[in-house]
């Protein structure tokens, strides 16, 4: 039996050899042929190539044709990849957006503890100038870039306020920014704990501890652990964040690639924390890669449930490598594989571009304790809890929609100018002469809303009279022309608990940061009640994780 399978070994060693070396030679050929279309173009076409711009462009168009995630950065976007591996940047800490009204980009929000905001800077300062450029004609990613640079560097900001309509020069110095981690924790109702955390940076997963042991000892009997939003990073730092709730010694995570030198185990290498407490993780479509290791193995490992809804489905690892001229690329050379087995990427990139797994083809796997659990789809939560939806009228006051007006915008930025400090983030409420003043200034201001309806009616009606039908279904047409027709102010009042919620936490944002934003949301959070609701009812949470039967 031996002798034979040496035989066949033997055998398939010429075919594997002549495959690869097919392939090599596939692999040269084809470069051979695009350094003679370059040479080529740069010898005979019309105007003069750009040599970065257009290699640039040959090597993204090549790697558009894998996954989202393989990516090239030319020298001039190193410092991209730089602040995406480390969330660090060099600049002065501020959100910024384009005004629609005023044509001007200006100030959204100011992170705290950062030279816009020690700068005193404020939501709806209109930026005039950087230095000696004018920024009245430009749009958010030129002055956004403008306001970058290196750490050290200084510039004279040029704007104008408009609660008081003066201008005002300041001198600020860039410094390296790094979001916080945790841009909020604390203690929720009767001994539960929470912990928001947004990056997995290096770092991160001491940051988690050190909050985590301050809960305890501030009785924390449960945790609430919110990773919703959280695009993911490190993989080291997922592995240690589990490691403080799970025993040493236990696999989190394995990654296998084609080749061995990208295949490595990850296992807890410290003394937990704590292995009893009852956890609640949160998770929400946007909650990714790192996001769903650090989820996907507390639930396989049965040490927490899920709750929210099904993640993003990552199941991908990449690494960066050094190219030439201070050039990098980020490929993707993995899967990765959860305690049970399962890996949860959901897209098919290779075969139709972004393909879902369906759900009939989702294998399934069991957790420690013997739940099923299925691969291919994301982290499907063990209690699913959808979010709120926001009504079409909150999503335009907003300033999400493309037609949006910033009425909302403005308004908050004209209540913080006449209001020097408002109530502790949890406690701030707006009174019923402040939502009476607001939606006053919303009918006002003309605001309309939903334009896409009114758009595809419009087009509707052209293709009528195109076709001879408008004027036999005139009296229907204006029927319907009709019923498109918002009533704004009806609209407020059936939606005031929601738009007054968002412009609250507007407010909050602004004198409390985005540490105050969390905290004021919590209240009226239905996948975090929930959470707390599971946490506090011991049997729920124990049947929640036993196999069903």
């Not at 290196?150 to 300041?170: N, Y």
């Not at 499907?380 to 709120?388: A, G, R």
């Not at 949006?404 to 209540?415: C, K, L, R």
């Not at 809303?449 to 039908?469: C, I, M, N």
């Amino acid at each position: 039996m031996k002798r034979l399978f040496v035989q066949v070994l033997l055998l398939c060693c010429p075919l594997l050899m002549t495959a690869q070396g097919n392939h090599n030679l596939e692999v040269g050929k084809q470069l051979d042929i695009f350094n003679s279309v370059y040479k080529n173009l740069d010898l005979l076409y019309v105007d003069t190539l750009n040599p970065e711009e257009n290699i640039t462009a040959a090597i993204k168009g090549m790697l558009k044709a894998l996954d989202p995630f393989t990516e090239y950065y030319p020298e001039s976007e190193s410092k991209k990849l730089e602040m995406m591996l480390t969330g660090k940047y060099a600049g002065i800490g501020a959100l910024v957006k384009y005004h629609l009204k005023k044509k001007r980009v200006v100030i959204d929000e100011p992170y705290e503890g950062n030279p816009a905001a020690e700068a005193g800077l404020q939501k709806g300062d209109i930026i005039l100038s950087i230095d000696d450029s004018v920024m009245t004609d430009k749009y958010t990613n030129d002055v956004s870039s403008r306001l970058r640079g290196d750490a050290g560097t200084s510039f004279v900001l040029k704007i104008m306020r408009p609660s008081t309509g003066k201008e005002m020069k300041l001198k600020i110095t860039r410094r390296n920014i790094k979001l916080p981690e945790l841009p909020f924790y604390g203690m929720l109702d009767d001994g539960v704990g929470y912990i928001n955390f947004n990056q997995f940076t290096e770092g991160s997963a001491r940051e988690v501890r050190r909050a985590f042991v301050e809960l305890k000892k501030q009785g924390a009997t449960s945790l609430v652990f919110d990773l919703r939003d959280n695009g993911g990073g490190s993989e080291m730092e997922a592995v240690d964040i589990v490691n403080l709730w799970v025993p040493k010694g236990q696999l989190v995570v394995e990654n296998r690639g084609k080749v061995k030198q990208t295949n490595r185990r990850y296992e807890t290498r410290l003394e937990p924390v704590d292995t009893i407490m009852p956890i609640a993780v949160l998770v929400n479509e946007n909650t990714a890669s790192a996001s769903e290791i650090t989820s996907g193995s507390l639930q396989d490992l049965d040490r927490a449930i899920v709750v929210g809804t099904r993640t993003y489905g990552k199941g991908l690892v990449q690494i960066p490598l050094d190219m030439p001229y201070n050039s990098n690329v980020k490929i993707t050379t993995a899967h990765y594989y959860i305690p049970s087995g399962r890996c949860i990427q959901a897209f098919n990139y290779k075969r139709n571009g972004n393909e879902r797994v369906a759900d009939s083809l989702q294998a399934v796997f069991h957790t420690r304790g013997g739940r099923e659990v299925k691969a291919g789809g994301g982290i499907l939560p063990d209690v699913v809890i959808e979010k709120d939806t926001l009504p079409n009228i909150a999503y335009y006051l907003s300033g999400s929609g493309i037609d949006s007006t910033e009425v909302a915008f403005d308004y908050v930025v004209d209540y913080v100018a006449r209001h020097p400090s408002i109530a502790p983030a949890k406690e701030f409420r707006l009174t019923d002469a402040d939502w009476q003043e607001f939606r006053q200034r919303v009918i006002d201001s003309g605001f309309s809303y939903d334009p896409v309806s009114r758009k595809q009616f419009d087009e509707l009606v052209k293709t009528a009279k195109f076709e001879g039908y408008y004027e036999g279904a005139r009296e229907a047409f204006d029927a319907l022309q009709a019923k498109l027709k918002h009533d704004v102010a009806s609209d407020l009042d059936s939606h005031r608990e929601i738009i007054q919620q968002m412009l609250e936490l507007d407010i909050v944002s602004v004198y409390y940061y985005q540490r105050g934003m969390i905290e004021a949301g919590l209240r009226f959070d239905k996948q975090v009640k929930e959470a707390i609701r599971l946490l506090k009812d011991e049997a729920e949470y124990k049947k929640l994780l036993q196999p069903k039967r």
